[in-house]
């Protein structure tokens, strides 16, 4: 459709003095204009709610409510609409008070036809253009969301390949990063956390191991225990992961999330010796998940724990390395609804009936 075909050719005159009114409708249909009209200000509105028009032509002095009103009442309920107003010479500052409400334009009683049809083909003009000009908006909006979507799903593919690469470097860690993601939001959601912040979760969850890309295989998966220096290099693995997502990840929250999965309310975390509140919440919450995963899987160092013995190391945790009222919630309301295939070396569901039925954990936590 053309610019001039997508805003009508049309107009709506509202005038009380009959032979005034019938002039300017004639003049209108003779230049091609639809025209729809009106004798009062109310009559106004009820023919626009009928059928309304690019263009309204109104008089100022009219019986009822007036053209000030009506050029009020236009502006609030179709606010593209364009008003020309038409007035005698000593209602100028009426006319000024309806250009101050929104109205296009105004000219002087008694009416020129020639400056009357100029009004009639400027407005109607600059109605065409603001149109173009939204239905341009409205495309490059579509084209925009249409490319952020392509481009959001390109950076997801791109996100699960980083995290496929780590875990191939450590069969041990195989599904690490999605059972932790899943954990952490089965905690989030018993806090209660916004979807906002849920998001954020789910993919600093995702990505929180990203940096052990920077750690060496022989540290990686070696069997036994590491020396101070060989941890010294593994405590780097939440900056380097923060580091190589910088560019990619802009929110701030997710990076520090990234950063402090391994900080500890106590303050003997890694890599900043965060303490309490320093850390941020999310990073709190991750770090309840990821080392709940960590207890029961297999190593290079050691064999999966036992979910009691698990229990027990959280539990112990709870104040020092953990907030408390999250493992709290985690050991009453994620544990139960973890579900893993009983072949799988994790969990097995007769740990989980044990373990949902087991209250000493609860009942040694409710005084924190």
């Known amino acids: 459709m053309s610019t001039k075909d997508s805003v009508a050719k049309a107009v709506t005159i509202v005038d009380d003095e009959p032979l005034v009114l019938d002039m300017l409708i004639r003049a209108a249909r003779s230049w091609e204009y639809e025209v729809e009209t009106a004798s009062t200000a109310e009559g106004a509105l009820l023919s626009l709610e009928r059928r309304s028009t690019p263009i309204v032509v109104t008089d ?76 341009y908006h409205e495309r ?48 989030a959601d018993a806090l209660n ?82 303490s309490a509140d320093r850390i941020p919440l999310l990073a709190r919450v991750l770090s309840v998940a990821d080392c709940f995963d960590a207890l029961t899987s297999a190593r290079a160092y050691r064999s999966a724990l036992a979910v009691d013995q698990s229990i027990r190391l959280l539990e112990e945790g709870a104040g020092k390395q953990f907030q408390p009222e999250f493992i709290r919630e985690f050991l009453e309301h994620v544990l139960p609804a973890i579900r893993i295939r009983p072949d799988a070396d994790r969990l097995s569901e007769n740990d989980l009936a044990a373990s949902a039925g087991n209250s000493s954990f609860v009942s040694s936590l409710s005084t924190d």
Not at 227 to 236: A, G, L, N
């Open 60 to 135: 100022l002095n009219m019986p009822g409510q007036g053209g000030v009103w009506l050029v009020r009442q236009i502006r609030r309920r179709w606010p593209l609409a364009a008003i020309i107003i038409i007035t005698a010479g000593q209602d100028t500052d009426a006319a000024v008070e309806c250009l101050n409400a929104g109205a296009y334009r105004y000219f002087l009683k008694p009416i020129k036809l020639d400056e009357f049809r100029h009004a009639l083909d400027i407005t109607l003009r600059t109605c065409q253009l603001q149109d173009e000009h939204d239905r």
């Open 140 to 187: 490059l909006e579509r084209t925009v969301r249409r490319q952020t979507r392509k481009i959001r799903r390109t950076f997801l593919s791109g996100i699960d390949s980083l995290v496929r690469t780590v875990e191939a470097r450590d069969h041990y860690t195989s599904g690490h990063s999605m059972r932790v993601r899943r954990y952490s939001l089965l905690l």
């Open 193 to 274: 956390l916004d979807e906002g912040l849920r998001k954020q979760l789910g993919l600093a969850a995702k990505l929180h191991d990203i940096g052990k890309v920077g750690v060496p295989d022989v540290i990686l998966n070696k069997p036994g225990a590491l020396t101070e220096e060989e941890f010294d290099v593994v405590k780097q693995h939440p900056v380097i992961g923060e580091r190589i997502l910088a560019p990619i990840i802009r929110n701030p929250n997710i990076l520090a999330t990234i950063r402090s999965h391994h900080e500890r309310l106590d303050g003997r975390g890694y890599p900043d010796g965060l």
